[in-house]
Every structure is written in C-alpha cells, then in structure tokens.
C-alpha cells in the first residue's frame, strides 16, 4: 500500500432510493457495502457509504465515474468489481472472505439471469428460475454448510444474498411468485442470512427493491393496488423472516 494510502478509511458510492438521498436497493451495491461491513468488524477498515443520484450526480462523484457502485481509498479510485474484491482482499485482510469453493461458485451463476428473464418478460414461465432454485437447494442439502461455500462467510455470499432478497421481493411484487417452502434448504440459507447482522444492516427495504425493478423499463408495471402498497409514503418494510 503506497503511503499516500495508508489511512485505513474508505468509502463506497452506491445507488441512492426513491428520494435521490437515502440508501437504495442494487444488490451489487449491497454486496460491497456487506464486505466492507464485515471488513469493518474485522478491525481491517473504516468506511462511510456515500449514496448517488444518478439523475444528478455530484461533480464529486462524475469525475469518477458513470455506474455504480465505486470504491475510493485515498486516491485510488477502483470501479471494477472483481478489481474492487482484489483491491480489498489484498489491503484489508481481515476477515479473509476469500473462498476456493467452485462448485458452490458454479451453483449460483445462473440464477439471477434467470430471474431477469422472469420479471422482464423474456421468459413467460419460472420454470428457468424454479430449477435454479432448487439447484441450490439441491447443493445446500448435500453439503450440509452453513453458508455457501463452506461455514464461515465468503464473497460468494456477499454476491448471491443481496440478489436472492431482490428476488424474493420483486418475483412476489411483480409476478405473484412465491419460492415454494419444500425447499427447505434454500430456506435455511435464507435464514441464515436474515440472521446475519451485515445482511440486515445493509439490506434495502422491500420498497427499495420494488422501485428498482420498477424504474426498468422490461420490468412488468405493478398494478394500482401494489404501487400503494409499496409507495414511499408508508413505513419502510423489510422482509426478513422465512415462511413456516
């Protein structure tokens, strides 16, 4: 680490919500807001989460960049997302999330397109995301892990919980579709999950996560009586239990 470097703060830009000031809902934000939460509690940094309104972006953050999210530690600027994973794993080493699981790794790769191909239209069933679904708790029952690639939280799990909430929330809100609860295994990731502090700290409200669907335009439209639901003028909701 080079000297203009060594203070151990960082900060992370992210997408902002509905209001263009408060922390919004991309699951690939959260996933670096996670590490940088469990890098926190692991004495390796300081961080301070900077939200951006993409619609109007602080000239602070245009000279940076145009997507989000962004990593900044001191001058170093990284946007990359694998180049922000090595960039923390090789300055702030603990914990170590690293992971070598590959098949775990292969497990998830599939699920969100999957899941894109649903709420966009482009598949007219969920069959594509059922049987991804049920790989993964197929994968969990055999391994018997606490977490995905073994039983200590890794990256991979930064990755995959933020997109699984997405998901649960946007699949039920848009599309009436329920993860049914014989998968049992899946389930119990989810707990798990919902059970871990950095998940729950960081996870976007369900409205969050509606409103960012909705602001696409593939994205089937909510109907009246979902869109009041899930306004911004109520409470934020967060669903963070497992169906029984």
């Known amino acids: 680490m080079s000297q203009k470097n060594i203070s151990n703060h960082v900060v992370l830009y992210v997408k902002a919500g509905m209001d263009g000031e408060c922390y919004g809902a991309c699951p690939f934000c959260q996933r670096f807001y996670m590490v940088l939460d469990l890098k926190a509690k692991g004495g390796s940094l300081t961080y301070n989460i ?54 775990a790794h292969s497990q998830c790769l599939d699920i969100f397109s999957k899941f894109n191909f649903f709420i966009k239209n482009v598949s007219s069933t969920a069959e594509g995301l059922l049987n991804e679904i049920k790989s993964i708790n197929d994968y969990l029952a055999r391994t018997e892990t606490k977490y995905l690639a073994g ?17 649960r929330i946007a699949a039920e809100a848009f599309k009436d579709f ?30 969050e996560i509606v ?27 967060f669903t963070l239990t497992v169906p029984h």
């Open 50 to 103: 900077n939200t951006v309104n993409m619609a109007r972006p602080l000239p602070e953050f245009k000279q940076y960049a145009n997507r989000l999210p962004v990593f900044k530690h001191g001058d170093e600027v990284v946007i990359d997302s694998d180049e922000i994973v090595q960039y923390i794993d090789e300055n702030f080493l603990k914990p170590d999330l690293r992971y070598d699981n590959l098949q």
């Open 151 to 167: 039983n200590s939280i890794t990256h991979l799990d930064c990755l995959v919980m933020p997109k699984l909430q997405h998901i």
């Open 211 to 237: 409103f960012h669907w909705s602001s696409k335009r593939e994205t089937t439209p909510l109907p009246e009586k979902k869109r009041r639901f899930y306004t911004i003028d109520t409470e934020p909701k």
């Open 178 to 207: 329920l993860i049914p609860r014989k998968y049992t295994h899946f389930w119990r990731y989810m707990e798990t999950a919902y059970n871990n502090d950095t998940f729950r700290k960081t996870c976007p409200s369900d409205q």
